[in-house]
Structure formats: structure tokens, C-alpha cells
């Protein structure tokens, strides 16, 4: 079974039995179950591989001393477990919600619950990355939004958020793998 993004393949034997590409609820990250039913399966060889030469080695939360907030957020602790470390920071185009950290690898993924929609614009490096990027409808613990594709290195980002509320619970940083 394989996962790139929002498209899933899995193979029986070396031969493709299912490819499916999901265009509607997105998550990034997740967990893969297998499953027969009410049949009495015995699997005796499981292959992970991993695609592409990047990985996520870390994460830093969003009330870490890295990040520094501009505007009004409202920071909350002691939530439930479904969130990492159980604190979420929320902010919002009206209160002009922004927050910028810097990190060395070579991309971010922004991780958070988004009940509703948003915009955010992304800057890295001091230059717009993209202008409007819209976060995917997320559930807790999973990834809204990936940015990756960077030099390896030191790189600062400031996200603004232009519209809606964003809800940030974590930052995970991509490094290429050695």
C-alpha cells in the first residue's frame, strides 16, 4: 500500500488491486488499517517502503518559545488528548493573527484542526511563497498544509492569516534524509 499526497495504491502480490486519488476530504496524514472483513486472513509479509527522501524528524508546538505571535491569539492549554501536547493557538483575519519561526530543513507542514475555512499567506525567507493558501479541512493531529521543496538549511516563515480563523496545534519540519 502506498500513500502520495491525497492518492492511495495498494498491490497484492505485486499486482496494483486498488488506486484511488481524493479530491474531497484530503488529510495528510493518518493511519493506514488492513483489513478482511469477517474472513479468516493470515498475512505473512507486510512491505513499508518509504516514497520520496524526505522526512519529518520534528515538531515544535505551537506555544514553543520558536514561534512569535503579532496580533491577538488565543492560546489554549490543557485541551483534550487529541491534540499534541493538548494546546491549540487560534487567530483570525480581523485581529491581523500572524506568527513566524525559523527552522532548518527543507519544508513545513502546519498541523491543526480546521473546522472552517481559512486563508493564510505564507512568506519564506522574506518573500511571498504564496500569496493565498487555503488549509485543508483537518481533523486533530493531522496536516493542513505543506510546504516543502526548500534548499536544505535555515529558512524564517511568516504566516499571516488574510481570512477566516486558523486554528495552528503544531509545526513539523521536512529535512532531507542522509
Not at 484511488?20 to 478482511?36: A, N
Not at 492549554?77 to 480581523?94: D, F, I, P, Q, Y
Not at 525559523?102 to 502546519?110: E, K, Q, R, S, V
Not at 511571498?128 to 516563515?157: C, F, M, Q, S, Y
Request: with cysteine; hydrophobic share 40%.
Amino acid at each position: 500500500m502506498a500513500v502520495l499526497d491525497n492518492h492511495i495504491w495498494a498491490k497484492v502480490d505485486q499486482k496494483k488491486v486498488i488506486s484511488y486519488k481524493d479530491l474531497i476530504d484530503v488529510s495528510y496524514s493518518g493511519r493506514v488499517k488492513l483489513g478482511s472483513g469477517y474472513f479468516h486472513t493470515e498475512v505473512l509479509k507486510i512491505q513499508v517502503n518509504q516514497l520520496g527522501n524526505e522526512i519529518m524528524p520534528l515538531r515544535f508546538d505551537n506555544l514553543d518559545s520558536l514561534i512569535e505571535y503579532e496580533g491577538i491569539w488565543n492560546h489554549q492549554c490543557g485541551l483534550e488528548n487529541t491534540l499534541w501536547n493538548r494546546t491549540l493557538s487560534t487567530g483570525n483575519k480581523k485581529e491581523r493573527s500572524k506568527f513566524r519561526f525559523t527552522f532548518n530543513g527543507t519544508g513545513i507542514a502546519l498541523f491543526g484542526r480546521q473546522a472552517q475555512s481559512s486563508q493564510l499567506r505564507i512568506e519564506v525567507d522574506g518573500t511571498v511563497w504564496k500569496d493565498v493558501v487555503v488549509p485543508e479541512r483537518a481533523a486533530d493531529k493531522t496536516e493542513n498544509t505543506i510546504l516543502k521543496g526548500l534548499e536544505e538549511g535555515k529558512h524564517e516563515i511568516l504566516v499571516s492569516v488574510i481570512s477566516g480563523e486558523y486554528m495552528l496545534d503544531v509545526i513539523g519540519v521536512f529535512q532531507q534524509l542522509e
